[in-house]
């Protein structure tokens, strides 16, 4: 069934996502804080049926389906409920569908503030950075009203592989960070598996192909490794982005009490990789502390 969706911050995330809602044939209204962009998208996709606005807000009226992929909290709590936010003109049992990585803090209060709007707020952060984006394979985990994500999942399908509920509000994010947590830690160990076998003079493509038919296979060491080898970063998932979300991870970590020594240890592995000029740089990018 086609809907009227919006959707708001059309980055290297949200751009390809969009393109895929209007792709599907939902009518597409995008809003990016920078108009001109937003205005490029839709040239890009004038064979389908978009528009541009102005504002969240306008963005939102007469949307059944509000999609979001800014940068931060802040970002978050400005298109939602600043002064323009798009809460503030959906209509009444309209869904904003957040696939901001944020804190689970805020997918919980804007849970509550949406409820007692009549609306309902979905915490849906995703895996698989741009290329995910790109070839609609992204991985969502959803924090939420039960019927409400059963609603969405026809609709946000469009763009992912996998769109899976894990609890209410705050859960999404929460899962978030446990794959970030993760992701952080295979990409050290690979890093350190890499450095460790070329400076013995051992070929690490060869070695790479053999080990990832065994129990030390991973996405980052089959689509990582190789280029980690040949000492390439300029693609993926940027280290200022990573170092955000570590954050995230670590500040919840703290209020729960729960430790993440290692996670903490590469984050500072990631400040180094920053200090060496490499925010924009891939993730896999840790290997450039260890040459």
Known sequence: MKQKVAFLGLGVMGGPMAGHLAKAGHHVTVYNRTRSKAEQWQTQHAQWDVAVADSPASAAQQAEFIFAC??????????????????????????????????AEIARELGVQA??????????????????????TLTVMVGGDQAA?????????????????????????????????????????????????????????????IISKGAAQSWQMEHRGP??????????????????DLGL????????????????LIDQFYGDVQRMGGQRWDTSSLIKRLR
């Not at 040949?230 to 993926?236: N, T, V, Y």
């Open 70 to 103: 800014v940068g931060n909290d802040h970002d978050l709590r400005e298109v939602t409920v600043g002064p323009s936010g798009a809460f503030h003109a959906m209509p009444k049992g309209g869904v904003f569908v957040d696939h901001t990585t944020a804190s």
């Open 115 to 136: 409820q007692s709007m009549g609306i309902t707020f979905l915490d849906a952060p995703v895996s698989g950075g741009q290329a995910g984006a790109v070839n609609a």
């Open 149 to 209: 994500f059963d609603r969405t999942k026809p609709v946000a399908m469009a763009f992912s592989k996998a769109f899976t509920r894990v609890g209410d509000n705050g859960c999404g994010q929460l899962a978030k960070m446990v794959n970030q947590i993760c992701v952080a830690g295979a990409i050290q160990g690979l890093a350190e598996g890499i450095a460790f076998g070329m400076r013995a003079g051992i070929d690490m493509k060869l070695v790479l192909e």
């Open 227 to 244: 280029t980690m080898v040949d000492d390439k970063f300029d693609f993926g998932f940027a280290v200022d982005w990573m170092r955000k």
């Open 249 to 264: 991870c670590l500040d919840e970590a703290k209020q729960r009490g729960a430790l993440l020594p290692i996670t903490a």
